[in-house]
Protein backbone atom coordinates (compact mmCIF):
# COMPACT_ATOMS: atom_id res chain seq x y z
CA UNK A 1 0.00 0.00 0.00
CA UNK A 2 1.31 3.64 -0.79
CA UNK A 3 2.46 5.49 1.99
CA UNK A 4 3.69 8.84 2.64
CA UNK A 5 7.73 9.20 4.31
CA UNK A 6 9.15 11.61 5.43
CA UNK A 7 13.73 11.62 6.63
CA UNK A 8 14.87 12.06 8.82
CA UNK A 9 13.20 10.15 11.70
CA UNK A 10 14.66 12.60 14.11
CA UNK A 11 16.84 15.86 13.63
CA UNK A 12 18.67 17.48 16.57
CA UNK A 13 20.18 20.75 16.08
CA UNK A 14 21.49 23.87 17.42
CA UNK A 15 19.47 27.42 18.00
CA UNK A 16 19.80 29.39 14.82
CA UNK A 17 20.86 26.67 12.71
CA UNK A 18 18.88 26.30 8.87
CA UNK A 19 16.82 22.38 9.30
CA UNK A 20 15.45 20.84 6.15
CA UNK A 21 12.85 18.17 6.91
CA UNK A 22 11.74 15.90 3.70
CA UNK A 23 8.68 14.36 2.61
CA UNK A 24 7.44 11.82 -0.21
CA UNK A 25 4.32 12.21 -0.56
CA UNK A 26 1.86 9.22 -2.40
CA UNK A 27 2.38 9.69 -5.78
CA UNK A 28 -0.68 10.58 -7.55
CA UNK A 29 -1.30 12.53 -4.51
CA UNK A 30 -1.94 16.64 -5.53
CA UNK A 31 -2.12 18.23 -2.18
CA UNK A 32 0.31 18.53 0.49
CA UNK A 33 0.70 19.92 3.93
CA UNK A 34 2.97 20.19 7.12
CA UNK A 35 1.77 19.70 10.31
CA UNK A 36 3.21 19.75 13.57
CA UNK A 37 3.03 18.26 16.93
CA UNK A 38 4.28 19.69 20.16
CA UNK A 39 5.44 17.33 22.93
CA UNK A 40 1.92 16.46 24.33
CA UNK A 41 0.35 18.98 22.95
CA UNK A 42 -2.54 18.39 19.48
CA UNK A 43 -1.66 18.53 16.32
CA UNK A 44 -1.33 21.86 14.55
CA UNK A 45 -1.67 22.70 11.05
CA UNK A 46 1.24 25.03 9.15
CA UNK A 47 1.10 24.74 5.76
CA UNK A 48 -0.52 23.53 2.85
CA UNK A 49 0.61 23.19 -1.02
CA UNK A 50 -0.94 23.03 -4.47
CA UNK A 51 0.16 23.34 -7.72
CA UNK A 52 3.81 24.43 -6.51
CA UNK A 53 2.42 27.10 -4.57
CA UNK A 54 0.83 27.56 -0.72
CA UNK A 55 -2.57 27.38 -0.20
CA UNK A 56 -3.10 28.46 3.24
CA UNK A 57 -0.87 28.95 6.04
CA UNK A 58 -1.07 29.02 9.93
CA UNK A 59 0.03 32.35 11.50
CA UNK A 60 2.63 29.95 13.08
CA UNK A 61 4.08 29.20 9.68
CA UNK A 62 6.01 32.87 9.56
CA UNK A 63 8.94 33.88 7.34
CA UNK A 64 10.96 31.12 8.81
CA UNK A 65 9.38 28.68 7.62
CA UNK A 66 9.11 27.91 3.88
CA UNK A 67 7.98 24.93 1.89
CA UNK A 68 8.78 23.39 -1.54
CA UNK A 69 8.84 20.69 -4.03
CA UNK A 70 11.70 20.74 -5.92
CA UNK A 71 11.01 18.05 -8.11
CA UNK A 72 8.04 15.34 -9.02
CA UNK A 73 8.21 12.90 -5.93
CA UNK A 74 9.70 15.47 -2.62
CA UNK A 75 8.31 17.82 -0.37
CA UNK A 76 10.56 20.07 1.83
CA UNK A 77 9.75 22.15 4.84
CA UNK A 78 12.76 24.91 5.69
CA UNK A 79 13.09 26.21 9.19
CA UNK A 80 15.73 29.28 8.42
CA UNK A 81 16.96 30.08 12.43
CA UNK A 82 15.77 27.17 14.41
CA UNK A 83 14.18 28.12 18.10
CA UNK A 84 13.89 26.50 20.95
CA UNK A 85 10.18 26.30 20.43
CA UNK A 86 10.30 24.83 17.09
CA UNK A 87 11.12 21.49 18.80
CA UNK A 88 7.82 19.17 18.01
CA UNK A 89 7.19 16.43 16.09
CA UNK A 90 6.58 17.74 12.05
CA UNK A 91 4.38 15.58 10.15
CA UNK A 92 3.67 15.54 6.25
CA UNK A 93 0.25 14.67 4.51
CA UNK A 94 -0.86 14.46 0.71
CA UNK A 95 -4.07 14.31 -0.19
CA UNK A 96 -5.31 12.81 -3.68
CA UNK A 97 -7.46 15.40 -4.65
CA UNK A 98 -8.99 14.51 -7.41
CA UNK A 99 -12.10 12.47 -5.98
CA UNK A 100 -14.52 13.98 -4.02
CA UNK A 101 -13.36 12.51 -0.68
CA UNK A 102 -10.72 14.71 1.23
CA UNK A 103 -9.07 11.77 3.42
CA UNK A 104 -5.38 13.56 4.22
CA UNK A 105 -2.51 10.19 4.29
CA UNK A 106 0.38 10.96 7.36
CA UNK A 107 3.51 9.82 7.46
CA UNK A 108 5.83 8.79 10.48
CA UNK A 109 6.65 12.43 10.94
CA UNK A 110 10.35 13.92 12.44
CA UNK A 111 11.09 14.65 15.42
CA UNK A 112 12.79 18.15 15.51
CA UNK A 113 14.87 18.87 18.47
CA UNK A 114 16.38 22.39 18.85
CA UNK A 115 19.34 23.05 21.37
CA UNK B 1 -14.68 29.07 13.69
CA UNK B 2 -14.16 25.58 13.57
CA UNK B 3 -12.95 23.66 16.52
CA UNK B 4 -12.53 20.28 18.14
CA UNK B 5 -12.95 19.33 21.53
CA UNK B 6 -12.29 16.11 23.19
CA UNK B 7 -12.51 14.81 26.53
CA UNK B 8 -9.35 15.32 28.63
CA UNK B 9 -7.10 12.60 29.39
CA UNK B 10 -5.56 9.95 29.89
CA UNK B 11 -8.00 7.03 30.33
CA UNK B 12 -7.22 4.03 32.46
CA UNK B 13 -9.34 0.93 31.76
CA UNK B 14 -9.19 -3.06 32.11
CA UNK B 15 -9.13 -5.64 29.60
CA UNK B 16 -12.44 -6.34 27.89
CA UNK B 17 -13.96 -2.73 28.95
CA UNK B 18 -16.05 -0.68 27.03
CA UNK B 19 -14.28 2.55 25.70
CA UNK B 20 -16.04 5.97 24.93
CA UNK B 21 -14.08 9.21 23.77
CA UNK B 22 -16.22 11.98 23.85
CA UNK B 23 -15.66 14.33 21.29
CA UNK B 24 -17.73 17.41 19.56
CA UNK B 25 -17.59 19.84 17.39
CA UNK B 26 -18.13 23.44 16.03
CA UNK B 27 -18.03 23.98 11.95
CA UNK B 28 -19.78 26.14 9.49
CA UNK B 29 -20.65 24.00 6.64
CA UNK B 30 -20.52 19.98 6.50
CA UNK B 31 -17.14 18.83 7.56
CA UNK B 32 -15.85 15.07 7.22
CA UNK B 33 -14.81 13.82 10.25
CA UNK B 34 -12.16 11.96 11.43
CA UNK B 35 -9.97 9.21 14.12
CA UNK B 36 -7.07 8.89 14.06
CA UNK B 37 -4.02 7.01 16.38
CA UNK B 38 -1.09 7.07 17.59
CA UNK B 39 1.33 4.25 18.76
CA UNK B 40 3.79 5.55 21.10
CA UNK B 41 6.88 6.46 19.07
CA UNK B 42 4.83 6.41 15.74
CA UNK B 43 2.55 9.05 13.37
CA UNK B 44 -0.81 9.36 12.76
CA UNK B 45 -2.89 6.45 11.42
CA UNK B 46 -6.56 6.61 10.69
CA UNK B 47 -8.67 4.57 12.64
CA UNK B 48 -11.98 5.65 10.69
CA UNK B 49 -14.22 8.28 9.36
CA UNK B 50 -17.57 9.79 8.21
CA UNK B 51 -18.30 12.22 5.58
CA UNK B 52 -21.83 13.34 5.80
CA UNK B 53 -24.65 12.75 8.75
CA UNK B 54 -25.53 9.53 10.30
CA UNK B 55 -22.89 7.59 8.36
CA UNK B 56 -21.10 5.26 10.65
CA UNK B 57 -16.99 5.11 10.59
CA UNK B 58 -15.59 1.49 11.75
CA UNK B 59 -12.60 -0.44 11.82
CA UNK B 60 -10.91 -2.72 14.15
CA UNK B 61 -13.79 -2.98 16.20
CA UNK B 62 -13.77 0.51 16.84
CA UNK B 63 -17.23 3.02 15.89
CA UNK B 64 -18.07 6.59 15.78
CA UNK B 65 -21.38 7.85 13.97
CA UNK B 66 -21.79 11.45 12.90
CA UNK B 67 -24.47 12.81 14.85
CA UNK B 68 -25.42 16.76 13.31
CA UNK B 69 -28.19 17.02 15.77
CA UNK B 70 -25.36 16.85 18.85
CA UNK B 71 -22.66 17.84 16.51
CA UNK B 72 -20.69 15.07 17.76
CA UNK B 73 -18.37 12.05 16.62
CA UNK B 74 -17.64 9.90 19.68
CA UNK B 75 -15.76 6.77 19.31
CA UNK B 76 -16.62 3.37 20.75
CA UNK B 77 -15.19 -0.05 21.41
CA UNK B 78 -16.85 -2.54 23.03
CA UNK B 79 -13.76 -4.49 24.43
CA UNK B 80 -10.73 -2.81 24.67
CA UNK B 81 -7.03 -4.56 24.46
CA UNK B 82 -3.84 -3.91 25.41
CA UNK B 83 -2.63 -3.40 22.11
CA UNK B 84 -5.01 -0.46 21.77
CA UNK B 85 -3.50 1.81 24.11
CA UNK B 86 -2.45 4.88 22.24
CA UNK B 87 -3.47 8.85 21.68
CA UNK B 88 -6.58 9.22 19.64
CA UNK B 89 -6.90 12.23 18.20
CA UNK B 90 -10.47 13.76 17.02
CA UNK B 91 -10.31 15.43 13.26
CA UNK B 92 -12.40 17.46 11.41
CA UNK B 93 -12.01 18.43 7.82
CA UNK B 94 -13.16 21.39 5.77
CA UNK B 95 -12.74 23.30 2.68
CA UNK B 96 -10.60 26.10 2.56
CA UNK B 97 -8.86 28.32 -0.01
CA UNK B 98 -9.20 25.21 -2.51
CA UNK B 99 -7.86 22.88 -0.50
CA UNK B 100 -8.94 21.05 2.68
CA UNK B 101 -7.41 21.61 6.20
CA UNK B 102 -7.83 19.28 8.98
CA UNK B 103 -8.27 20.60 13.05
CA UNK B 104 -7.35 17.84 15.65
CA UNK B 105 -8.54 18.10 18.75
CA UNK B 106 -6.01 17.34 21.73
CA UNK B 107 -5.51 14.24 21.68
CA UNK B 108 -6.79 11.39 24.56
CA UNK B 109 -4.31 9.32 26.02
CA UNK B 110 -5.75 5.48 26.46
CA UNK B 111 -3.93 2.72 28.69
CA UNK B 112 -5.22 -0.70 28.56
CA UNK B 113 -4.35 -2.70 32.04
CA UNK B 114 -4.11 -6.38 31.43
Known amino acids: EPEVTQTPSHQVTQMGQEVILRCVPISNHLYFYWYRQILGQKVEFLVSFYNNEISEKSEIFDDQFSVERPDGSNFTLKIRSTKLEDSAMYFC?????????????FGPGTRLTVL | GNSVTQMEGPVTLSEEAFLTINCTYT??????LFWYVQYPGEGLQLLLKATKADDKGSNKGFEATYRKETTSFHLEKGSVQVSDSAVYFC?????????????FGTGTRLKVLA
Open chain 2, 91 to 103: ALSFPTSGTYKYI
Open chain 1, 93 to 105: ASRQGTSGYNEQF
Open chain 2, 27 to 32: ATGYPS
